[in-house]
């Protein structure tokens, strides 16, 4: 059964990076037919897509996230990995990792989500 | 980039009456590739339909997903307690991916 579980700081300040590691268990990373991916949800708000990333690479970002967004994979560690540059109070959230299947981008697998605070 | 309209706002309804959410797009979504979510509080949100009508593994059939082009449909058809949540739409057809705001059922 695959698992995906989130991991990080629960609390960043504004202007840092936050950094969050989706660890899979369950499945392989490394698998030919699926993308691994981010999505967020403000407190009491609504869902926004991130972005998502093949295990050998070719990103997808949310435009609007104008490119403060960086997902990479560690294939030896079986983690996909959410960096966000340059936070603000806005980027708050409840974040998510997910799996998709290539070309289908809605979201049979969710983790749990861990919830982030912009805060100094 | 498609804008999803999710109506009503909330619906307040009783266990076993039917329940019809709209999710309405800015532009007509290709192939159909709409999705419909169900979420709790304080967890993560749950597959029900993809498609616009095929439902996810293990969902009951009284979920019923419609519709096509930029007017959808998810149909409750007798509500029991646990349906009680939050509902989303998304749209996969282009992207930038995107969510609808929700549509909250309530106990009436």
């Known amino acids: 059964q695959l698992q995906l579980q989130e991991s990080g700081p629960g609390l960043v300040k504004p202007s840092e990076t936050l950094s969050l590691t989706c660890t899979v268990s369950?499945?392989?990373?490394?698998?030919?037919?699926?993308?691994w991916g981010w999505i967020r949800q403000p407190p009491g708000e609504g869902l926004e897509w991130i972005g998502s990333?093949?295990?050998?690479?070719?990103?997808y970002y949310n435009p609007s996230l104008k490119g403060r967004v960086t997902i990479s994979v560690d294939t030896s560690r079986n983690q996909f990995s959410l960096k966000l540059t340059s936070v603000t109070a806005a980027d708050a959230a409840v974040y998510y990792c997910?799996?998709?299947?290539?070309?289908?981008?809605?979201?049979?697998?969710w983790g749990q989500g861990t919830l982030v605070t912009v805060s100094s | 980039e498609i804008v999803l309209t999710q109506s009503p706002g909330t619906l307040s309804l009783s266990p076993g009456e039917r329940a019809t959410l709209s999710c309405r797009a800015s532009?007509?979504?290709?192939?159909?590739?709409l999705a419909w979510y169900q979420q709790k509080p304080g967890q993560a949100p749950r597959l029900l339909i993809f498609?616009?009508?095929s439902r996810a593994t293990g969902i009951p059939d009284r979920f019923s997903g419609s519709g096509s082009g930029t007017d959808f449909t998810l149909t409750i058809s007798r509500l029991e307690p646990e349906d009680f949540a939050v509902y989303y739409c998304?749209?996969?057809?282009?992207?930038?991916?995107?969510f609808g705001p929700g549509t909250k059922v309530d106990i009436k």
């Open positions: 369950g499945g392989s990373i490394s698998s030919n037919n699926y993308y």
């Open positions: 998304q749209q996969y057809g282009s992207a930038p991916f995107t």
């Open positions: 990333v093949y295990y050998s690479g070719s990103p």
């Open positions: 997910a799996r998709h299947q290539i070309q289908l981008w809605f979201i049979p697998y």
């Open positions: 532009q007509s979504i290709s192939s159909s590739y």
């Open positions: 498609g616009a009508s």
